[in-house]
């Protein structure tokens, strides 16, 4: 999807328990997928990228899971730490021939001590 | 390694005055972009060059907006006049291949009184 919206939904977890993120993108013929991390003050950090000929990739103490049938991909972050609470974005790969990404909207992660 | 550079990270001006962003990419990437980030739109995608030349500037807002990639170490970003609603943190990210991970600078914060 586009990324609009003035109000960023919010995950709160425990620190030490795993985190999992959602994002729905839109276009069915993507075969790229990328998650950023955001840090207050900064930019858009890579942390994990997937292609659609995957179903899960896993980096470290990250995984991401992709369901073509549903649009559906989502981002683990096992053992949850306090250097993780971020904006997380996910991103796809705009219109065929272009190298646009098109950005969700955005999920804040909060890790409570 | 030093990912990519931008200044200045802080700009403060008035409105009417010329603002000129500048990007250092990854050394070795062949794509430089440049975006836009607000909290009501999100990231926006202005432009992006492959191989220094301008490639789709279809998300520049305005004439009031100009980019130039003079060689494969340096970008601006310009705006003249600037506006209040140029206000916003402006990102550069380069990649080495348009269909790779794009990799963020940590963007300037742009704010035009």
């Known amino acids: 999807g586009e990324s609009v919206g003035l109000h960023l939904p919010t995950l709160s977890v425990q620190e030490g328990d795993n985190s999992i993120i959602n994002c729905a993108y839109s276009n069915s013929a993507s075969d790229y997928f990328i998650w950023y991390k955001q840090e207050s003050g900064k930019g858009p950090q890579f942390i994990i990228d997937i292609r659609s000929n995957m179903d899960k990739r896993q980096g470290q103490r990250v995984t991401v899971l992709l369901n073509k049938t549903v649009k559906h991909l989502s981002l683990q972050i096992a053992a949850t730490q306090p250097g993780d609470s971020a904006v997380y974005f996910c991103?796809?790969?705009?219109?065929?021939?272009?190298?646009?990404?098109?950005f969700g909207t955005g999920t804040r992660l909060k890790v409570l001590a | 390694d030093a990912g990519v550079i931008q200044s200045p990270r802080h700009e403060v001006t008035e409105m009417g005055q010329e603002v000129t962003l500048r990007c250092k990419p990854i050394?070795?990437?062949?794509?430089l972009f440049w975006y836009r980030q607000t909290m009501m739109r999100g990231l926006e995608l202005l432009i992006y060059?492959?191989?220094?030349?301008?490639?789709?500037d279809s998300g520049m807002p305005e004439d009031r907006f100009s980019a130039k990639m003079p060689n494969a170490s340096f970008s601006t970003l310009k705006i003249q006049p600037s506006e209040p609603r140029d206000s916003a943190v402006y990102f550069c990210?380069?990649?080495?291949?348009?269909?790779?991970?794009?990799?963020f600078g940590d963007g300037t914060r742009l704010s035009i009184l």
């Open positions: 991103a796809e790969n705009g219109p065929s021939g272009t190298y646009k990404y098109i």
């Open positions: 990210a380069s990649s080495l291949g348009g269909s790779g991970p794009q990799h």
């Open positions: 060059f492959n191989n220094n030349v301008p490639i789709d």
């Open positions: 050394s070795g990437h062949d794509y």
